[in-house]
């Protein structure tokens, strides 16, 4: 079938796409164009003037020790989120998946946090840990444990990594489940009857058959930890202490925003855009055309 | 090897639907037994059990001597083939055969050995490297019969396993499945809604219908004395006339303008019955239980001809040889051998004569 759609006037075709060209270069196009380009350049102290300076700026970048340590923070924080939040939202969806008594409300209720806004969910964090209010924290130090996340940077990023992953689960928790109910039962039942008990069915059928799944949700999970965790940080942490918890993204904001340095801020954000344009890249090679089976 | 043996089993699903409703048979040892019925009939639920998917509620289901109510699956010894095949889509078809064995911690030479023997008795050799997905209907029907008959299990069950083939190939597994189950001389369940596939290759033909087992027995007993109007109408193409009649005080049952003169029977005059007749029993022209019959409608089916009347005012249909009724609308004589007639009772349903 041709789906091909005749226009008679040929101006009537642009006018419908205008809208939509309209908002991809306004808000995506015209913004990224302005990062690469301030990206080159320099402002003087007061804001007043730019200079061109080619690559100066990335130059800097890779020679100060503070970008790699973001880097470094930036590998362990998103590791442990991006498996965390997939291990426990898969165990999650295998035993909701179960047929259970009031199972509707318990899968709803474990889809919510993800309905939290991840400021809101990072203060909800910080009032729990906060060492001298917080419930959580109080309940630490009364086991005799000397938490305090304001001064321990690895407790802080331990924290964070905390905020970020329970956000996360039901995200992951709902593909998982949708991914876990189109199995066909009857592949279950075949593997029982061929005498493979419930573990094994797991991690020989099931977890196989899940895998594009947890593929895609592997690169959504990079990506939402590298930009969309901004929001936790900031709320948290704001990035501390002694910068434990800054992570590219957030160094972009603190180094652009608050160390008013434009253009070594927008050369880490050109970075970022070519890590997103290689995620996504991957992401459309590999889980659109399910090459695991 | 062992025979199923069912005793009053029952199925009562949460809210009350009662799936199936005390059934007790026995499959012998090596026998290929059809449970067959329509959409519902509790057959499906009634397999399920014996492989242990589904819970019993109450009543026995024993293979051999071991009552399996409470045994798991895996521990069951027996082997299924699904409807959909439910081969597992990311192994090979190598590795779908051989995973029963591994899962058996069998040794890897002799899993090879069994899973080419398998393939070569089911020549889906040149396969085994392939996924399910590259695979045909037929092809692979033959990989799940092969993951079943790999295990050389106690008890074969088949739940509709062709009813996604298409016409041509379903003839033909018919025919292989029941080869193949003759060669192991393992018992086997098979489930189907299809009444040729339940006359052709079942020993034992079970016919179900709301839970209930309406009939055992062999196929050629429930076509020539099926216990209820219900079996008489649901095994036999075209079904089974059904013409309402009444007793006459000289033994006769009279039916409309027809006169049927029955064997020896217990009724009294003024009755009414129902009579059966099978289309394929109707000949043109006999005298014996002879009536005229007005020709509204013929088909031809090639070899036979459905010529389509109203006797009584309930429709009945003949079947004749080819050539036999030129045209609709004249009306012919036909009759019908004593022997051959069915009585029913109209109240119960029940088998009479």
């Keep these: 079938m041709d789906k091909r759609t005749a226009f008679n006037n040929r101006w009537l075709p642009l006018l419908l796409l205008l809208p939509q060209l309209v908002i991809t270069l306004v808000f995506f196009y015209w913004p990224a164009s302005q990062a690469v380009w301030s990206s080159f ?125 329970w956000k996360q689960i039901s995200y992951n928790f709902l593909f998982f489940l949708a991914g876990l109910q189109s199995i066909p039962k009857s592949l279950i039942e075949s593997a029982a ?101 | 090897m062992a025979g199923v043996t069912l005793n009053t089993v029952r199925k009562t699903y949460q809210g009350g639907v009662e799936a199936v409703k005390g059934v007790s048979f026995a499959v012998p040892d090596g026998a290929f037994c059809v449970l067959v019925g329509p959409s519902g009939c509790g ?59 591994k899962n058996r911690k069998t040794p890897k030479d002799e899993i090879d050995r069994r899973v080419r023997e398998a393939a070569k008795i089911l020549a889906i ?13 037929g092809q692979r029907q033959r990989v799940a019969m092969g993951r079943a008959i790999v295990r050389k299990p106690q008890v074969f069950l088949f739940d509709e396993p062709l009813s996604n083939l298409d016409a041509k190939l379903r003839v033909q597994m018919r025919v292989e499945i029941k080869k193949l189950q003759k060669a192991f001389g393992i018992t086997a369940i098979y489930v189907t809604h299809d009444q040729v596939e339940a006359m052709t290759m079942s020993d034992i033909l079970v016919v179900m219908n709301g839970g209930e087992v309406e009939q055992i027995g062999t196929p050629s007993e429930i076509y020539r004395h099926p216990a209820t109007r219900f079996v008489a109408t649901f095994i036999g193409s075209p079904p089974m006339n059904l013409i309402p009649g009444e007793m006459m005080a000289d033994g006769h049952v009279r039916a409309g303008e027809a006169q049927f003169r029955l064997p020896p029977h217990p009724f009294a005059p003024g009755r009414a019955v129902e009579v059966g007749l099978r289309p394929e029993d109707i000949v043109l022209g006999q005298s014996e239980n002879a009536f005229p019959l007005k020709v509204d409608f013929l088909e031809e089916l090639g070899a036979t001809q459905l010529v389509y009347g109203r006797l009584n005012g309930a429709q009945l249909i003949a079947q004749v040889p080819s050539g036999s009724v030129a045209e609709a609308g004249g009306t012919l004589s036909f009759g019908i051998a004593a022997e051959r007639l069915h009585i029913f009772d109209p109240a119960t349903g029940r088998r009479a004569v």
């Design chain 1, 41 to 165: 350049r320099i402002e003087d102290a007061f804001g007043t003037t730019t200079e061109f300076v080619g690559l100066e700026n990335y130059q800097v970048l890779f020679q100060t020790p503070a970008y790699y340590q973001a880097m470094l923070t930036t590998l362990i924080f998103s590791s442990a989120v991006a498996f965390l939040s997939l291990s426990i939202a898969l165990l999650l969806a295998v035993m909701a998946d179960r047929e259970l008594r009031g199972g509707g409300v318990y899968r709803t209720l474990l889809i919510w946090p993800y309905a939290v806004a991840p400021a809101i969910a990072g203060v909800l964090w910080y009032f729990m840990f906060q060492p001298s209010l917080g419930m959580v924290a109080r309940g630490l130090r009364g086991m005799g444990y000397d938490w305090n996340p304001l001064l321990n940077g690895n407790q802080a990023l331990l924290l964070v990594i905390g905020a970020a992953t």
């Design chain 1, 193 to 293: 009857i061929d005498g493979a008990r419930p573990a094994r069915r797991f991690w020989t059928i099931i977890f196989p058959l899940l895998s594009p799944t947890a593929f895609f949700l592997l690169v959504v999970n990079v990506v939402y930890v590298f930009f969309d965790t901004f929001g936790i940080i900031d709320a948290v942490t704001g990035g501390g202490p002694s910068k434990a918890t800054t992570t590219l993204v957030y160094k972009v904001f603190a180094d652009g925003r608050l160390g008013g340095d434009l253009g070594g801020s927008a050369a880490q954000s050109v970075i970022l855009m070519v890590i997103v344009i290689a995620l996504t890249a991957v992401q459309f090679r590999y889980v659109e055309r399910r090459v695991n089976y």
């Design chain 2, 125 to 137: 050799e040149p396969l085994l490297d392939r996924k399910p997905r590259q695979l045909s209907g």
């Design chain 2, 43 to 101: 057959k499906s639920t009634l397999l399920r059990m014996v492989a242990g998917l589904e819970r019993i509620t109450s009543g026995e289901i024993a293979i051999g001597d071991r009552i399996v109510n409470e045994i798991e699956p895996a521990e069951r010894d027996i082997a299924m083939v699904f409807q959909n095949y439910a081969l597992y889509p990311h192994m090979s078809v190598y590795d779908n055969i051989a995973y029963g064995l």
